[in-house]
T-cell receptor, first 110, second 117 residues
């Protein structure tokens, strides 16, 4: 299974941008980079995904390094509701399964 | 749109007892997953169904765990007999291809928290 490496935790201040890093040095050409997050007492929820180009959606932005060996999830203005565990995952092609690591725990200070 | 429904939300049993969890995926989602999430860890895939066929059950402890998805819709996961180390949250997810991206996205239920005493 392709692997990702994330810091254990990160703290941010409310209304400031947050950059969550992820290393995936063994990524293959067909692996999509997915980010999911898990709020307390809930199941994971999809945040964003990308292959080669940077991606934006209403929740976040995903910046992918040119060599694809790392990526960064960007929350433009953190809110208290963004406090969660964020998982960076390389999505295997077939079958299309996700292999979760421990993720990074984001704390947001008021 | 209704999300993935799971029941019960909580279950407490004694070791060696049996337990069953139920999942109703999002309507129209052909792929269904069961995950086990032990406290402090990320979810671990137990089994994946495509319609009512098993795609991947390589991490399912088949001596005690079983799962079925009759008629390709609802699914049940059973543990018999339960062990102390089975205490975890059991998550169900279903997936579909996200419009405009061609990418498979999973949608999770809230999970069932199992405590084995």
């Amino acid at each position: 299974d392709a692997k990702t490496t994330q810091p254990n935790s990160m703290e941010s201040n409310e209304e400031e941008p947050v950059h969550l890093p992820c290393n995936h040095s063994t990524i293959s050409g067909t692996d999509y980079i997915h980010w999911y997050r898990q709020l307390p007492s809930q199941g994971p929820e999809y945040v964003i995904h990308g292959l080669t180009s940077n991606v934006n959606n209403r929740m976040a932005s995903l910046a992918i390094a040119e060599d694809r060996k790392s990526s960064t999830l960007i929350l433009h203005r953190a809110t208290l509701r963004d406090a969660a565990v964020y998982y960076c995952i390389l999505r295997e092609l077939e079958p299309p399964k996700l292999t979760f690591g421990k993720g990074i725990t984001l704390s947001v200070r008021p | 749109e209704a999300g993935v429904a799971q029941s019960p939300r909580y279950k407490i049993i004694e070791k060696r007892q049996s337990v069953a969890f139920w999942c109703n995926p999002i309507s129209g989602h052909a792929t269904l997953y069961w995950y086990q999430q032990i406290l402090g860890q990320g979810p671990k895939l137990l089994i994946q169904f495509q319609n009512n066929g098993v795609v991947d059950d390589s991490q399912l402890p088949k001596d005690r765990f079983s799962a079925e998805r009759l008629k390709g819709v609802d699914s049940t996961l059973k543990i018999q007999p339960a062990k102390l180390e089975d205490s975890a949250v059991y998550l169900c997810a279903s997936s579909t291809v996200r419009p405009g991206t061609g990418e498979n996205i999973q949608y999770f239920g809230a999970g069932t928290r199992l405590s084995v005493l």
